[in-house]
C-alpha cells in the first residue's frame, strides 16, 4: 500500500475509533467497518498490523481496549452480534453477575420459543428455549466488562437454577441462592425477598423458593 494510503487510513482508523463510545470500546463488525467507509484490503491490513483481531467470520476486536477476545464476556458479546435475541443465562448470567467465582466452560443462552423458527448452532454453546414470559421477565444489559452483555437479573437467574435444578443439581442451585443472599447482584439489595419471588412465580418455582428461604434464614 503506497505510503500517502497508509496514512490516510492510519488517520482515519484513529479518528473511528477515537469517536466510538467508551462501552463498546472493545468488539466491532465487518458491517461497522464499511459503513464507516473501510474496504475489505484496509480491514486485511488492520488485522496484519495487529490494530484488529478477527475473533470469527464478520467479528473483530481491538486488542488494545484491554482483555482477552477469547474470554467468556467477550464471547458472550461476540454471539449476540449474530443472535441478537439472545439473553445470557443460567451459568453465563452467573458469571456476569458475579454469583459464581468460576467462569463456566460453556455459554448458556436463552431464546424465545415461539418467535425464532430454527435452532442456532454454535460450539461450547447451550441454546435454552424460553417462553415469552419466563424470556422477557428480568432482562437487563451488564456493562462491567466494557461491552453490553443482554443478561437477566440476579434474581431471575436464581428462579432459572431453581427450575432447572433437576438437571443442573439441587447443590448448584443452592450455591447461587447463597450467593444471592449474601451479594445480590450489580445494582441490587443482597437477599432482597420481593425481584427474588416474583421471578420465581413466574418460572414457577415460588413455592421450592420460599421452602428454601425458610430453611437458609432459619
Known sequence: MPEALNTSLERRWATFWGRTPPERARLVTAAQLKGAGFQGVEVTRLVERGQL????????????????????????????????????????????????????????????RRSVGWT??????????????????????????????????????????????????????LTILKAYLERGGPGGTPGATSPLLAAARVCRVEKVIRADLAVLRA
Do not use: N
Not at 78 to 89: D, G, I, R, Y
Not at 142 to 163: E, H, L, Q, Y
Open 53 to 112: 483481531e478477527r475473533v470469527e467470520r464478520g467479528v473483530y476486536a481491538v486488542p488494545s481496549a484491554g482483555g482477552s477476545a477469547g474470554s467468556h464476556a467477550e464471547r458472550l458479546a461476540e454471539l449476540q452480534l449474530h443472535f441478537p435475541k439472545t439473553v445470557a443465562c443460567l451459568e453465563s448470567a452467573a458469571s456476569l453477575l458475579r454469583l459464581t467465582a468460576a467462569e463456566p466452560l460453556e455459554i448458556d443462552l436463552a431464546l424465545p
Open 120 to 173: 442456532p448452532r454454535a460450539g461450547g454453546v447451550h441454546f435454552h428455549w424460553m417462553t415469552d414470559e419466563v424470556y422477557r421477565h428480568g432482562q437487563t444489559v451488564d456493562t462491567s466488562t466494557g461491552t453490553p452483555i443482554r443478561t437477566f437479573d440476579a434474581a431471575k437467574t436464581v428462579a432459572d437454577f431453581c427450575a432447572r435444578r433437576h438437571k443442573l443439581g439441587r447443590g448448584t442451585y
